[in-house]
């Protein structure tokens, strides 16, 4: 079976169930805050593993082998669609001030990047894939900069419920 069928319930979760969950959720889960300086870069880097992993998963198999890395792929990738259906439903959910301090939220600044992590991980422990994993990587990494776009924008709009926020909240895990 091509990974690529493991995007599916991925996409359905991120995009369907999101607006499910509320109208404005998935305009602002797609909002990207301005970038700046070396974010710009990463911001091209994060758009194009995406689209390296989304690409990559066609060409990939996951064989139904029942080994180690079958059942501990399968058991991640199960845990981060979880993550990612919980973090959808809380990001759709914000504060009346508009942040979201709730749910998932309370342990961590970005579940929704943690969970497509631990999804992607399965997915790459499933295709037994070093190349896929490594595109997860670059990935997280540029990832990492547009979270830091995404939180200078959130102290501009909330400030000090923000930096609150930030003192009590971890930015991962």
């Avoid at 499910?20 to 805050?33: E, I, M, V």
């Avoid at 300086?37 to 992993?53: D, F, M, P, R």
């Avoid at 399968?74 to 959910?93: H, K, N, P, Q, V």
């Avoid at 830091?148 to 400030?159: M, P």
């Amino acid at each position: 079976m091509f990974a690529v069928f493991f995007l599916i319930p991925f996409l359905l979760i991120r995009f369907p169930l999101l607006s499910h969950f509320g109208k404005s959720a998935l305009s602002r889960a797609a909002y990207f805050a301005p970038v700046q300086g070396k974010e710009k870069v990463a911001y091209v880097i994060y758009q194009l593993s995406n689209l390296a992993l989304f690409i990559t998963s066609f060409l990939l198999e996951i064989k139904f082998d029942f080994s180690v890395f079958f059942y501990a792929g399968l058991a991640i990738y199960l845990l981060g669609l979880t993550l990612c259906a919980i973090s959808m439903r809380d990001f759709a959910r914000p504060d009346a001030n508009g942040m979201n301090t709730k749910g998932l939220y309370r342990y961590s600044r970005n579940p929704m990047y943690v969970a497509y992590f631990v999804c992607f991980l399965g997915m790459a422990l499933l295709t037994k894939s070093l190349t896929f994993f490594i595109i997860l990587i670059i990935f997280q990494l540029s990832g990492h900069w547009i979270i830091r776009s995404e939180e200078r924008w959130c102290l501009t709009q909330f400030d000090q419920a923000y930096r609150d926020y930030m003192r009590k909240v971890r930015r991962y895990l």
